[in-house]
């Protein structure tokens, strides 16, 4: 499980982002990312439009398609279930209030339902 730093949100009229700063041995901090870009979604083929997981340092061979399949949230812990990987993340130290922004961001990623969000 990941110790989560902080959260940070960011809304735009191209993006919706959530990203979570994670301790990394190594690195000290490295970012889990859920993006949707909006702007561009109409230029992609169905299977495309999506919320995009990555996870800073963690190459994969077809990043592009590492889709949000399942989110779950409790007050302590959020498990993201992805196309290619599963990360748990210990959110104990984020406040509640932040917590529920997030929801409601990724209400917001979820427009379409291309993921199932499931909070406790």
Known sequence: MHKVQFISLEEDD??????FAIEDPLM????????RTLFYEELLDEEERAVKVSLE?????QDYLNVLKRISISAAEVEIISAFREYRLDISGIAASEIE???????????????SIHIA
């Open 57 to 61: 340092g963690d190459e994969l061979e």
């Open 101 to 115: 922004e997030m929801v409601e961001l990724l209400r917001k990623q979820n427009y379409d339902n291309k993921f």
């Open 28 to 35: 000290g901090v490295k970012s889990l990312i859920l993006l």
């Open 14 to 19: 191209k993006d919706l982002i959530v990203s």
